[in-house]
Every structure is written in structure tokens, then in C-alpha cells.
């Protein structure tokens, strides 16, 4: 079983679109959660870490559900800039290492 | 502040040549990985090192060879390259991911921005 899961999409949505994505992990002992945006042959970015409380950063909210081990990454009123490949983070249970999944395709439509 | 730099960018190998990557970062990180990125696979942890002069295994390390004789730099060795290890190659620094005084924001991993290597 793989550690982190995604649904790899595509995902194509016009602007101003709401869309979500949904990202579970394996080890119930990992403690860190993380978005990244990975554009185009480009190295992957922090979008954000991912807090037990939910937390939001402008129209990106991220939520962390332990119990169903999973985490969810929700996008507001979509951008055309928005159009990248989104990167679930999860730690390892000693906290040394990090597995990503395979990640989740947007395109913003205009 | 340069980041985390990557060298070479590009690279064509034939089978069974050997070459080396290197990695620098100057943000005084720990912590430094070495991933590979395949269609379909994500980015998988070849080696990591959690400080100078140490070094340890990750997810896909066979075929690799790591070394970190000083804090800033991060070398990745092929010894005998194959096709198989065609792929997209990402370094990554960080604070200790296991500290971080409350916050996981110190968590986070900068990346380089890439070798391209393909092997004959």
C-alpha cells in the first residue's frame, strides 16, 4: 500500500471555479501534512502545511482529518495561475523522511 | 541567497558510465535529500542525510551512492548507470523536521530545481 494516496485528476475547471482535492495517508503515527504546487518541469514549492485545526491562506483552505486519515486541499474562485500539479505531504513516523504522492493535475479554463 | 542549487541541469548518460550530482544549499539546513520524480511515481526519497558526515537509505536507494563531507553540499554518485534511472532528479534541504519548536512551518523542504538525466 502506497503511503500517500491522490487522485491524480485531471481536474479542468473554469475561473472562478471551487475545487477540492483529497489526498489519504497510510501511517496513522505521521505528524506533519503538507500541500506543494509543482509547476510545469519546475521543482516543487510549499503551498502549505496542513494544521490538526484547519487552516486557510487567502482562497486555499487545508483540513486534516486523523481519524479517516486523510487531507483535503480546497481552491476558491480559480485562477488561471492556479494550473499546476498539487503534491500531498506526509512525514514519516520517525519524522526524517517524506512521502509525496503522485499528485493532482489543475487546469484553470479561461 | 542562492537556495538550494543543482548541478549539472542536464545530462545524457550510455549504460554503465558513471557521473556524480551535486547539491548545494546555503541556508544552513540540516537536513538534505535526494529524490527521484517518474510519471505516475511522485518523488521518491533515494538517500537523505540529517547532517554532515552521515547518510541514510530512503525509499529507492539501490544503484546510489551518497556523500555529505560538508554541511552545504549533497553529492549523489552512479556507479554504473542504467535506463532505468532515466528521471528527473530533485534535491532538498531543511531544517530538522523533527524539531521546529511548535510549528510546522520549519518543516519545509526547498528544493533544487532539477536535473534532467537520461540514460542510452
Known amino acids: 500500500r502506497k503511503e500517500v494516496e491522490q487522485d491524480p485528476g485531471p481536474f479542468n475547471v473554469p475561473e472562478g471555479a471551487t475545487v477540492a482535492f483529497n489526498c489519504t495517508y497510510s501511517?496513522?503515527?505521521?505528524?506533519?501534512f503538507f500541500w506543494y504546487r509543482q509547476d510545469c518541469r519546475k521543482e516543487p514549492k510549499l503551498l502549505m502545511s496542513?494544521?490538526?485545526s484547519g487552516n486557510e491562506d487567502g482562497r486555499f483552505t487545508a483540513q486534516l482529518n486523523r481519524a479517516s486519515q486523510y487531507i483535503s486541499l480546497l481552491i476558491r474562485d480559480s485562477k488561471l495561475s492556479d494550473s499546476a500539479t498539487y503534491l500531498c505531504?506526509?512525514?514519516?513516523?520517525?519524522?526524517?523522511?517524506?512521502?509525496f504522492g503522485t499528485g493532482t493535475s489543475l487546469t484553470v479554463i479561461p | 541567497n542562492a537556495g538550494v542549487t543543482q548541478t549539472p541541469k542536464f545530462r545524457v548518460l550510455k549504460t554503465g558510465q558513471s557521473m556524480t550530482l551535486l547539491c548545494a544549499q546555503d541556508?544552513?539546513?540540516?537536513?538534505m535529500y535526494w529524490y527521484r520524480q517518474d510519471p505516475g511515481m511522485g518523488l521518491r526519497l533515494i538517500h537523505y542525510?540529517?547532517?554532515?558526515?552521515?547518510?541514510a537509505k530512503g525509499e529507492v536507494p539501490d544503484g546510489y551512492n551518497v556523500s555529505r563531507l560538508k554541511k552545504q553540499n549533497f553529492l549523489l554518485g552512479l556507479e554504473s548507470a542504467a535506463p532505468s534511472q532515466t528521471s528527473v532528479y530533485f534535491c532538498?534541504?531543511?531544517?530538522?523536521?523533527?524539531?521546529?519548536?511548535?510549528?510546522?512551518?520549519?518543516?519545509?523542504?526547498?528544493f533544487g530545481p532539477g536535473t534532467r538525466l537520461t540514460v542510452l
Open positions: 505531504v506526509v512525514n514519516s513516523y520517525t519524522g526524517n523522511q517524506f512521502y
Open positions: 496542513v494544521y490538526s
Open positions: 542525510s540529517v547532517g554532515e558526515g552521515t547518510t
Open positions: 532538498a534541504s531543511s531544517y530538522n523536521p523533527t524539531s521546529g519548536g511548535g510549528t510546522s512551518i520549519s518543516n519545509e523542504q526547498f
Open positions: 501511517n496513522s503515527a505521521s505528524q506533519s
Open positions: 541556508m544552513n539546513h540540516e537536513y
